[in-house]
């Protein structure tokens, strides 16, 4: 059975940071594309990062510059490294899975088949 389980959450002082894990099993990851979303409360789900089997990465304007997606394939996961935290990152991140996409498609959650059961971060002082 194919799964991805979030893993890293927290709670944080801003500017500081946090490394959130993405673990599949049932699947390789590194012939998929594998997507970080976020949702606050009261707002709608967001894309975060993205990385194809290719290995290009798509970042949301709100984070570029600040996070950084990679993968690990000996370990079947992949990671999302947050740096320089705000208080608006607050959010559950969720991972999710795609056997393919356009690059267009990336932070684009409906482009999704598989997903975790999300991670809860928390960016305060």
């Known amino acids: 059975q194919l799964q991805l389980v979030e893993s890293g959450g927290g709670l944080v002082q801003p500017g500081r940071s946090l490394r959130l894990s993405c673990a599949a099993s049932?699947?390789?990851?590194?012939?998929?594309?594998i997507g970080w979303f976020r949702q606050a409360p009261g707002k709608e789900r967001e894309g975060v990062s993205c990385i194809r089997s290719s290995d290009n990465t798509v970042y949301a304007d709100s984070v570029k510059g600040r996070f950084t997606i990679s993968r690990d394939n000996a370990k079947n996961t992949v990671y999302l490294q947050m740096d320089r935290l705000k208080p608006e990152d607050t959010a559950v991140y969720y991972c999710a899975a795609v056997r393919s996409l356009l690059f267009r498609q990336c932070l684009q959650s409906l482009s999704y088949d598989y997903w975790g059961q999300g991670t809860q971060v928390t960016v305060s002082s």
């Open positions: 049932g699947f390789t990851l590194d012939y998929y594309a």
